[in-house]
């Protein structure tokens, strides 16, 4: 990691930015039709940034403060082991780095945070979902010495689903 790259929780001074950076995630996911500006302003302004928002949200910046890429984790709890070194989880939700910082390891640096203050807390795992297809995604994570979990499946109810299981047609 260059010595002029901060890793940090955002800022005040870093919502804007960092709504020009969530901006870019999104039309990275939807290409083919990105939200508005003002439309993932008022969602990052109303539910990520919020006070009682649940994740963290932590923005590398460069030496003149230029946003470069985010990580956004979350603290949980595990209902089936209450040991101590393995109750709490740290759930990864989205690492992300801007396409002109791409190949200069700020992914690596931007895990490097929440692994560190994983452990800090006692926490001895993250967890985190990856698209099927995303083979650069899985291949940097490899290279991180993180492993598959062979025994779990990512599950969805979309939204006729939803209706039809709660019964509100």
């Known amino acids: 990691m260059s010595p002029s790259l901060h890793i940090t929780l955002v800022s005040e001074a870093q919502r804007e930015p960092l709504i020009d950076l969530l901006c870019?995630?999104?039309?990275?996911?939807?290409?083919?039709?990105?939200?508005?500006?003002?439309?993932?302003?008022?969602?990052?302004?109303?539910?990520?940034?919020?006070?009682s928002a649940p994740l963290q949200l932590l923005v590398a910046s460069d030496a003149a403060g230029r946003l470069k890429g985010l990580a956004a984790y979350a603290w949980t709890y595990s209902l089936v082991s209450p040991e101590p070194e393995r109750r709490q989880q740290c759930q990864l939700k989205e690492l992300f780095v801007s396409a002109e910082s791409r190949g200069q390891g700020l992914a690596r640096a931007l895990m490097a945070e929440p692994a560190r203050r994983a452990l800090a807390q006692g926490c001895q795992r993250i967890d985190w979902p990856v698209q099927a297809g995303n083979r650069q995604g899985l291949a940097f994570y490899a290279s991180l010495g993180a492993r598959q979990v062979e025994d779990r499946l990512s599950w969805r109810l979309d939204p006729a689903a939803l209706c039809a299981l709660s019964s509100c047609a």
């Open 24 to 51: 870019e995630l999104n039309a990275h996911y939807h290409p083919e039709a990105p939200a508005a500006r003002a439309l993932v302003r008022e969602h990052a302004m109303l539910h990520l940034l919020a006070p």
